[in-house]
Structures are given as structure tokens and as C-alpha cells.
Nanobody, 128 residues
Framework: QVQLVETGGGLVQAGESLNLTCTGS????????LGWFRHAPGKERQFITG????????YYTSSVKGRFTISRNGAKDILFLQMNSLKPEDTAVYYC?????????????????????WGQGTQVTVSS
């Protein structure tokens, strides 16, 4: 079982930046692919970015590409989401998620339906 905890959310103005952090407990994260989802009021949960099990392959949904950056530390046990040029439409609860290994060496980022563990979320609010 993997427990994930997100930190770093808050209230910012449009155009500003935030850096979210996700740490894990229970099991080490270095064998998992990781990603970030968000859930805005009245909308479905959205898979916004993921990073591969091996290497550094990344996926971004179009609405955050060029503004958000996902990364892991060297030990691969902490996940980051650097969010720049924030917009009011980025307002949501942001969740860290982990996808178990596929069972073979894979350098591709995870698919949305491969995630099995989520954190409790951190609120990001962007005012105009």
C-alpha cells in the first residue's frame, strides 16, 4: 500500500507560480510511475501530467503544457509539480497519484487508468 501526501497549495493571483510536492510512505515510490490529477468544482477529475517508471518521459494535457513541469528528485521518492503562469481556470484540488509497475521495463509515461493510489489533495486557488 502506498500513502501519498501533497503539500504546497494555496491562493495566488493570476500569472503567479506555485510548486506542489508529493511524498510517499508505506512503500518507496522509486518503482512507481507518478502523476498529478486535478478536480475542479462541477468538472470531472482530469489527468494533467505523468512521469514514467524508468527514465524521464513525461505526459502533459494540452491545457498545462508549457506552463507546468513535473519532476522527481534523484532518489525518485519525491514528486514535484512546478506551476507557472497560473490562470483562474487552474483552480482545483490537485492530487498526486502513483501507478504500480507494469511488470516489464517501460520508458513511457503512464496511462490515466494505470493509477491506483491517490493522495488527499491540496487546494490551489487562482484569483483573477
Amino acid at each position: 500500500q502506498v500513502q501519498l501526501v501533497e503539500t504546497g497549495g494555496g491562493l495566488v493571483q493570476a500569472g503567479e507560480s506555485l510548486n506542489l510536492t508529493c511524498t510517499g510512505s508505506g512503500r518507496t515510490l522509486d518503482n512507481y510511475a507518478l502523476g498529478w490529477f486535478r478536480h475542479a468544482p462541477g468538472k470531472e477529475r482530469q489527468f494533467i501530467t505523468g512521469i514514467s517508471w524508468i527514465g524521464d518521459s513525461q505526459y502533459y494535457t494540452s491545457s498545462v503544457k508549457g506552463r507546468f513541469t513535473i519532476s522527481r528528485n534523484g532518489a525518485k521518492d519525491i514528486l514535484f509539480l512546478q506551476m507557472n503562469s497560473l490562470k483562474p481556470e487552474d483552480t482545483a484540488v490537485y492530487y498526486c497519484a502513483a501507478a504500480p509497475p507494469r511488470g516489464y521495463a517501460d520508458y513511457n509515461p503512464p496511462e490515466e487508468d494505470e493509477f491506483r493510489y491517490w493522495g488527499q489533495g491540496t487546494q490551489v486557488t487562482v484569483s483573477s
